[in-house]
């Protein structure tokens, strides 16, 4: 199967006149299921349409938009697998020294705030052309949010960019309903009602029938929400940032495909209306679409050489060999805005569709052996939470998981075991690791060890790696993770699973400095349990407020929008900011290290804890 054209040669060699749809991407490209230019650009082509992709367009000049012609039908932007802000800068907002996403990994080659930047040059380069705006920094910037790198509320994206629609979430029925409409000859503009699209207009009366304010109490799921408008939480003050609050919460309560509401925001002259969710793809869709025909390649383009000396993609070498089993995540981290775009009901591939990949994948001629994960953003997450999902969607009021589990959480591994010794069954399959992360609370909630052993007797090499991220708890219960405690159950049910086992491995825990709700106390917690363990790690999240998720809304407003307190005030949190007190936090987690002396020093006088200084500092 060619691969998707990328030049006008391409389309003189496949007789093309004129393409349906032309994909602006941020990334390279890559022709695998993991980026989401190839898949969705399989996807419509499954469907008969034509497609193009234009890959990191120098956007500096605008004839880089225009290699592939005009689209019959419309552009598609995305700014590629990460917002480009984070791709771009890194948590103490540093330009980042690579980018995985480009060819030979050399870093420059997207702009920030790549959405706006390609629509303009776009706009510049075909006047009139419908262009539709996905993928993650257009998801996660739907509506108006928390910009940490202006430090500012900005608005929708879709606003900014002068886009004519807006797809959220992981796309694929939004996008084939909205090709079937445009292919019927109805304007971009004009598109409304399709699942998981954003869309604006200037008259209220096209808005859907709607509560007067977002604070109604119970609404009919047919009427919307009215959500405070842009003017009213973008000011600074303490009242608007309550409002943020407020607006973050019924947002993040109505991601539910099956319980959420139509949301309406006020921005400006204009409303900003927000659909409801695009249904879980079934496991028959899902496993559709790893059936599409793709390469598992980069573009030959990139076997030249880059600025770097080097060639081709870093990013595939993580997805090349790894099967990508199941999407969303119930976890629902209040750092992870997983769930704010993929949501938190589970939709997994079958057995017989990922052994069938996993047996197409030991063919290829640089295949050594080793499936390198199998997995999703929760490896072990391979159903619903619980029986009521499927018919009510997840509880827009209650975590399945957190501090404080959900009793009707459905814990069970025995599919994803099975599925698991298939795979290793495989002729030419020496080894299959699950590297993708492991919900340790989940696991320890199974009163059946099987998963535990099977997990360290055949999936583990030496090390696995886990994310506790904090020691204390009122931390914790802000992140949405389990309590301590429990991450040390699970450590000591490790260790002694791999004693019976005779082998020697490890748990290499993931922490993060300068959460909202962590000081420099807090950070002394970790750094204590760290010397107590034996254990300090190489390796350190800084909390980097991203859009579209809770830590950040808490971040920005230093409010829990969760916790109501007795006069029905947001319970205020502690937020570390400026770049020298997140370094005082990194600095005490990695307290061994010659050259944070002083800063833990520093931090320890900070804290009046003078007395560690002997412990710490030894």
């Known amino acids: 199967m060619p691969l998707l054209p990328v030049c006008k040669q391409d389309l003189l060699e496949r007789g093309i006149d004129q393409l349906d749809f032309v994909f602006v991407s941020g990334d390279a490209y890559v022709d695998h299921a993991s980026f989401a230019a190839a898949l969705l650009g399989r996807l419509l082509e499954s469907h008969g349409y034509t497609v193009g992709i234009i890959a990191q367009p120098d956007w500096k000049k605008t004839e880089s938009f225009t290699v592939l012609g005009r689209p019959r039908l419309a552009f598609l932007v995305s700014a590629g697998a990460m917002d480009s802000m984070v791709a771009n800068y890194t948590a103490n907002n540093k330009p980042r020294s690579d980018d995985a996403y480009a060819h030979g990994g050399v870093a420059g080659h997207r702009p920030d705030r790549a959405i706006i930047t390609y629509c303009a040059k776009i706009r ?10 996905g993928g993650i920094e257009a998801s996660l910037r739907r509506t108006a949010h928390y910009d940490y790198w202006s430090n500012t509320v900005r608005r929708s994206v879709l606003l900014d960019s002068k886009a004519d629609l807006l797809m959220y979430g992981m796309g694929e029925h939004s996008l084939l309903e909205i090709a079937s409409l ?32 977002w604070s109604s109490g119970r609404v009919p799921e047919s009427l919307a929400l009215m959500l405070p408008s842009y003017a009213d939480i973008s000011k600074n003050t303490d009242e608007s940032k309550t409002l943020f609050a407020h607006s973050y919460l019924t947002q993040e309560q109505n991601t539910d495909a099956l319980n959420g509401h139509v949301l309406i925001e006020p921005t400006d002259a204009r409303f900003v209306v927000q659909e409801k969710a695009a249904l879980p793809l079934t496991t028959e869709e899902f496993d559709a679409l790893y059936a599409l025909p793709f390469t598992r390649q980069w573009h030959p383009r990139y076997d030249t050489t880059a600025e770097n000396g080097k060639t081709g993609v870093p990013a595939l070498a993580e997805v090349q060999f790894s099967l990508i089993s199941c999407r969303g995540c119930f976890g629902a981290c209040s750092f992870c805005a997983i769930t704010f775009h993929q949501g938190r009901r589970i939709q997994s591939r079958s057995h017989e569709s990922l052994l069938r990949e996993a047996e197409q994948m030991t063919h290829h001629p640089a295949f050594k052996g080793y499936i390198h994960d199998v997995g999703g953003p929760t490896a072990n997450f391979r159903h619903d939470a619980c029986a009521a999902q499927a018919k009510r969607g997840a509880c827009a009021h209650r975590d399945c998981l957190g501090t404080n589990p959900c009793p009707n959480v459905t814990v069970d591994h025995t599919e994803y075991i099975a599925l698991l010794r298939k795979l290793r069954a495989l002729p030419r399959v020496k080894k299959v690791f699950v590297r993708s992360g492991i919900r340790f609370d989940y696991l320890m909630m199974d009163s059946d060890e099987t998963f535990l052993r099977e997990l360290c007797e055949h999936h583990v090499s030496g090390q696995l790696k886990v994310a506790p991220e904090h020691v204390n708890d009122d931390v914790l219960r802000l992140m949405r993770k389990s309590s301590h405690a429990v ?15 005779h082998k020697k491995q490890y748990l290499v825990p993931y922490y993060i400095c300068a959460h909202p709700g962590s000081g420099l106390n807090e950070a002394i917690d970790v750094a204590l349990y760290l010397k107590k363990t034996g254990f300090v790690p190489d390796q350190v999240q800084d909390f980097y407020p991203t859009p579209g998720s809770l830590s950040t809304c808490m971040y920005y407003t230093g409010l829990n929008p969760h916790r109501q307190n007795a006069d029905g005030s947001l319970e205020k949190i502690y937020v570390a900011r400026g770049a020298h007190e997140r370094r005082l936090q990194r600095a005490l987690v990695q307290f061994n290290r010659r050259e944070n002396a002083s800063l833990v020093r520093e931090a320890l006088q900070r804290a009046g804890r003078t007395d560690l200084i002997p412990i710490l500092l030894r």
Do not use: C, S
């Open 487 to 501: 991450y040390e159950r699970f450590a000591d049910a490790y260790a002694q699973m791999n004693r019976r086992l």
């Open 182 to 213: 445009l292919a019927k000859g109805v304007p971009a503009r004009q598109i409304r009602g399709v699942r998981g699209t954003v869309w604006y207009t200037g008259r209220a009366e096209e808005l859907p029938p709607h509560a007067d304010t």
């Open 124 to 133: 510049e380069a075909y006047k009139g052309v419908p262009v539709l705006i």
